[in-house]
């Protein structure tokens, strides 16, 4: 079977969950972290190299201060509970987005993790934190802007791979899957040039409720998909 090498999700629904629950919002991220530990075993197992959450966007940061402080709480915790966890399942910790925006705390803790599972052997996990697509494009357009005022490249030299390389995801492979939960259909500015290839899941699960088995059925169906990638198949 094909395994996909990379897989991306946007963990959506926690709210709701937690809303048809009669509880809070925050609840409901906390029964969502459950599922990130569910889902990163199931990656391990599996044997897929890299996974990436979208964990936290540019746009939430308008969200009731209340929910934002909670997130920012919840995250933290999470890295101190989970970072044993992280380092047992061999994955190294990777982040991308704003990280200078989220607590100074929290940034300083998700360094340290970093560092101590840079060397883990089995793959990459990468939360999307303070992450929007388009601010990434800038971030990138903005470093070869310098690069070519500095003249270390010249105009005539961007190409795809050199955007690529400027991109937060520059140690990354382009995702093969995106899976979006909750039944919401659209990208909610999450990797907006990385995704051109992917294949697309949607589910009407909510992200607390996404199981093992809905997460090794998805993998098995990406199995039996055509990637043309524009060419002809058979030809
Ligand atoms: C996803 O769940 C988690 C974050 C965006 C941080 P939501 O909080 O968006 O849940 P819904 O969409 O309101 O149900
Ligand atoms: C996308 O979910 C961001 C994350 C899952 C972190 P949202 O709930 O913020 O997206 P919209 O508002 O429904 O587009
Ligand atoms: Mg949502």
Request: hydrophobic letters at 40%; glycine letters at 6%.
């Amino acid at each position: 079977m094909t395994i996909p090498k990379h897989v991306a999700i946007i963990m959506d629904g926690n709210g709701r969950w937690a809303k048809q629950r009669g509880q809070t919002r925050l609840k409901g991220h906390n029964a969502g972290a459950e599922t990130v530990e569910r889902i990163m075993k199931a990656s391990a197992d599996m044997g897929i190299k890299y996974l990436t959450l979208y964990a936290f966007s540019i746009e939430n940061w308008n969200r009731p201060k209340l929910e934002v402080e909670g997130l920012m709480q919840l995250l933290h915790n999470f890295l101190k509970k989970k970072r044993k966890l992280i380092m047992k399942e061999g994955y190294r910790l990777n982040a991308i987005g704003r990280i200078d925006m989220l607590p100074e705390k929290t940034a300083k803790l998700l360094e340290e993790v970093m560092k101590e599972s840079e060397n883990n052997p089995n793959g990459t996990l990468t939360f999307a934190l303070s992450y929007g697509g388009r601010t990434e494009i800038i971030d990138a357009t903005k470093q070869i802007a310098e690069k070519v005022a500095k003249g270390e490249i010249s105009v005539d030299q961007i190409d795809e791979q050199i955007f690529s390389a400027n991109l937060y995801t520059s140690n990354l492979p382009d995702p093969d899957i995106m899976i979006r939960t909750s039944g919401e259909i659209r990208l909610s500015n999450f990797l907006l040039w990385q995704l051109s290839y992917a294949e697309f899941f949607f589910t009407e699960t909510l992200w607390p409720d996404f199981s093992r088995e809905e997460y090794e059925q998805i993998i098995n169906t990406f199995a039996n998909r055509d990637r043309r990638f524009g060419g002809v198949k058979n030809a």
